[in-house]
């Protein structure tokens, strides 16, 4: 996902772990240095959904503009690991 808006300075990165944490995906992450965030998350396609709802609702500071869906590849999935973190900004 690539989420733009206000989602930086706004706690954006935490909700988004936390609400990946709840749902049992793996992924991360991670501000980009245009003020979007970045996130890629995998796990069952109800939860990945559930995740996407979440991330338009956002931490209450943030304004979400737009979230660009891109699906991958089962075989980039399962290099994602069993965990859900923040990545340092790219």
């Known amino acids: 996902m690539l989420i733009t808006g206000r989602v930086q300075g706004v706690g954006y990165r935490?909700?988004?772990r936390s609400e990946a944490h709840l749902r049992g995906l793996a992924g991360w992450?991670?501000?980009r240095r245009d003020g979007s965030v970045e996130a890629v998350a995998a796990g069952v396609s109800d939860s990945i959904d559930e995740?996407?709802?979440a991330c338009w609702r956002g931490p209450?500071?943030?304004r979400v503009a737009d979230i660009a869906v891109t699906a991958m590849d089962a075989?980039?999935?399962a290099l994602l690991g069993a965990e859900f973190a923040i990545r340092p900004t790219a």
């Open 75 to 77: 075989a980039d999935a």
């Open 14 to 16: 935490d909700f988004v």
């Open 29 to 31: 992450v991670r501000n």
């Open 60 to 62: 209450p500071a943030a």
């Open 51 to 53: 995740l996407i709802a």
